[in-house]
């Protein structure tokens, strides 16, 4: 069977146009498939990581409250007063030595004492308030903070208040409760 020029031409055409759409139905297969392959690559390593990240951060949240205790149990012996007010040149040591005996009525104060200062910070500025800075004291055992707390009773009408020295946590934590407590009553 002889083919003329024409149907040369028309087999060429056929041919181009079968290729072309084998070449573009092929193409878009591999497209497909390599796109769902990479999709999945894609959910596989985000999943993983999401994996790692929630576990980095549940091991954050364990070392964060491992450090809040440690940090609270080196404040075991430790209370902050609140309103005893300021003088030039205070010597806080004196002064807390003669607040637990005078007021708080404690005889065996020279050796309670372990170390005292006033508490200043950024957040608080005595000249701008007309309260004075709190004193923090440790005490040279628990037995010696616990007299404290058991006489503090002594302290009621005074202006001078007397509470355990809590890391920021606790703090931000009794603050909301007390909130909390006083709201749900008034």
Not at 11 to 24: A, G, M, Q, V, Y
Not at 141 to 155: E, R, V
């Amino acid at each position: 069977m002889s083919f003329t020029r024409t149907d040369k031409a028309e087999l060429i055409d056929i041919i181009k146009e079968t290729f072309n759409s084998l070449s573009e139905e092929i193409s878009t297969k591999i497209t497909d498939s390599v796109t769902k392959n990479i999709e999945q690559k894609i959910i596989e390593v985000f999943a993983n990581y999401e994996n790692k990240i929630a576990g980095l951060e549940k091991e954050n949240n364990l070392l964060r409250n491992e450090i809040d205790t440690l940090e609270q149990d080196t404040r075991r012996n430790s209370i902050r007063i609140f309103g005893i007010p300021e003088r030039d040149n205070e010597d806080t040591l004196t002064m807390m030595k003669s607040f637990l005996s005078d007021k708080l009525k404690l005889p065996q104060t020279a050796n309670m004492i372990d170390r005292c200062h006033r508490i200043r910070s950024h957040n608080f500025i005595a000249s701008s308030s007309n309260k004075s800075a709190p004193i923090i004291v440790k005490f040279s055992s628990y037995l010696a903070k616990d007299q404290i707390n058991k006489s503090k009773k002594l302290l009621k009408g005074s202006g001078i208040s007397i509470s355990d020295d809590l890391t920021k946590k606790r703090y931000d934590l009794y603050r909301e409760a007390v909130i909390k407590r006083f709201r749900h009553f008034n």
